[in-house]
């Protein structure tokens, strides 16, 4: 098999809309990414790992070469990776259904559960305006210097999403914004970043810090991000588990509307 950095047929191997952003992202050198094909010129089969927790499988799921070679990897290099590295749990993407069966058995003997997610598209002509805030509390753009503050609440967990999600934060800085949710008295209390960046769209990155949920700080930062991608022209993405009401009800409440159900493969370190 081949490493590769991008190609101009990995889009359409992950041609679904809970995946080509990721993937237009990673070959954009703006989300790490390990990508594997089966041949240079005309690659039928593809497999991305994002160095961390997420595993995608694009292409032609009935390609007995390209499947001998994952069970090598996963066996050989991922699962000691897994360990050694003490990564925890897994999630596997898929851009079809029918990579279910050989992952499973690239996988084995480990017990693969599999877990719906749900995608959403924003519609700038849904975006409602950012609602008023309680007083002492502010949304700021993330900013360079917003980053020096390490000690205040909130900014080293603003530090390690864009550091997971990201090469750099230069990069993040170079191609990417967010916007935070800050109170005088406790600091940053929720975070809306971009991630998985591509010319023309991206995805969405959001907390909430558990004190401060359920007062509508999510949705205040989620419009003020929507408006700004939107003002920029960008097609953004929110992906979310299905279980996870709270999250895809703030989408909704800033202009998302859903594009996709699929299910993904996962494992949680047991």
């Known amino acids: 098999m081949h490493q590769i950095h991008a190609h101009s047929s990995l889009t359409s191997l992950f041609a679904v809309s809970h995946l080509t952003f990721v993937v237009d992202a990673m070959q954009a050198g703006n989300s790490p990414a390990r990508i594997w094909v089966d041949d240079l010129d005309a690659p039928r089969s593809a497999f991305i790992w994002d160095t961390t927790h997420c595993l995608y499988a694009g292409g032609d799921a009935s390609n007995p070469a390209f499947n ?7 066996a050989d290099t991922y699962l000691p990776t897994l360990e050694r590295e003490q990564l925890g749990g897994f999630k596997l993407t898929l851009a079809s259904p029918n990579w279910e069966e050989p992952l499973r058995a690239a996988f084995h003997p480990l017990e693969l559960s599999k877990y719906p997610r749900v995608c959403y598209r924003l519609n700038p002509a849904l975006i409602p305006p950012v609602p008023e805030l309680p007083p002492g509390y502010s949304l700021r753009p993330i900013t360079r210097e917003l980053l020096t503050a390490a000690d205040e609440p909130g900014v080293a967990d603003l530090i390690e999403e864009i550091e997971l999600c990201w090469p750099t934060r230069d990069r993040f800085f170079e191609r990417g914004f967010g916007w935070v949710l800050y109170s005088d008295a ?3 209390v929720c975070r809306c970043t971009a991630e998985y960046a591509s010319p023309g769209q991206i ?10 949920q359920g007062r509508g700080f999510a949705t205040a930062t989620a419009r003020q991000f929507a408006q700004h991608a939107a003002q920029l022209g960008l097609r953004t993405h929110w992906d979310a588990w299905t279980r996870n009401v ?3 009800r703030v989408a909704e409440k800033a202009g998302f509307e859903k594009v996709s159900d699929y299910d993904v493969l996962f494992w949680g370190g047991e």
């Open 203 to 212: 995805g969405v990155g959001i907390a909430t810090r558990e004190s401060h």
């Open 68 to 74: 001998d070679w994952l069970r090598g990897f996963i």
């Open 246 to 248: 709270p999250s895809w």
């Open 186 to 188: 406790d600091g940053i």
